[in-house]
């Protein structure tokens, strides 16, 4: 069955450093990947996604993330995290014959000035 | 684009109440879905329509549940008999198609079952 894991529950950094969230999926066939974050009382918003081709994705914010098929990961990274980064980040995993998105457990990331 | 938006977006509620909760789409988009959230955990998938029909809908949607899409555009998740159980962040988002396309998500009505 498809599954998505966070390994990391709460993440905390400090202003400047650099970030990365792990996510691993399980999925038989090719996943399309997504990275959303959710501030408090706000909705999910799409950082980014990966359907095919490059496999390191560019999205919003100043966020990257890297594909590795053979480690079943996409993993989500920024290279200088601001304090307004500091929010839940979901990864997701999608396909292309489903309507459904399967979600991880989520990471709280903290920054600290 | 003016977004998903839900309504309402608290609702607290005793035992045994019946609430309704509305979601209205992105205009042009055929597809609507229902997550639900509880503290602590990711998103889980409900069910999802195209237009107005009902595709989908998942194991944790128990016979007390039941989400309608009149006319393909507004959808309203209705929970009858609510259980404490039953307390979670209710998601909706909607897309212009399946797989692929982004899923742009409400900012969720919290039902609290007293």
């Known amino acids: 069955a498809q599954s998505v894991t966070q390994p990391d529950i709460h993440i905390t950094v400090s202003e400047g450093a650099s970030l990365e969230l792990r996510c691993n999926y399980s999925?038989?066939?090719?996943?399309?990947l997504f990275w959303y974050v959710q501030s408090p009382g706000q909705g999910l918003q799409l950082l980014l996604k990966?359907?095919?081709?490059?496999?390191l994705v560019q999205g919003i914010k100043g966020f990257e993330a890297e594909f590795k098929r053979s480690q079943s990961s996409f993993n989500l990274r920024k290279p200088s995290v601001h304090w307004s980064d500091a929010a839940e980040y979901f990864c997701?995993?999608?396909?292309?014959?489903?309507?459904?998105?399967?979600f991880g457990t989520g990471t709280r990331l903290q920054v600290f000035p | 684009d003016t977004g998903v938006s839900q309504d309402p977006r608290h609702k607290i509620t005793k035992r045994g109440q019946n609430v309704t909760f509305r979601c209205d789409p992105i205009?042009?988009?055929?597809?609507l879905y229902w997550y639900r959230q509880t503290l602590g955990q990711g998103p889980e998938f409900l069910t999802y329509?195209?237009?107005?029909?009902?595709?989908?809908k998942s194991r944790l949607l128990s016979d007390r549940f039941s989400a309608e899409r009149p006319k393909g555009s507004f959808s309203t998740l209705e929970i009858q008999r609510t259980e404490q159980g039953d307390s979670a962040m209710y998601l909706c988002?909607?897309?212009?198609?399946?797989?692929?396309?982004?899923?742009?998500f409400g900012p969720g009505t919290r039902l609290t079952v007293t």
């Open positions: 988002a909607s897309s212009r198609g399946q797989g692929a396309y982004e899923q742009y």
């Open positions: 999925y038989g066939a090719t996943p399309y």
């Open positions: 990966y359907f095919s081709g490059d496999t």
């Open positions: 997701a995993v999608g396909a292309y014959n489903t309507d459904k998105l399967i």
């Open positions: 205009s042009e988009h055929n597809r």
């Open positions: 329509f195209q237009n107005e029909a009902q595709l989908e």
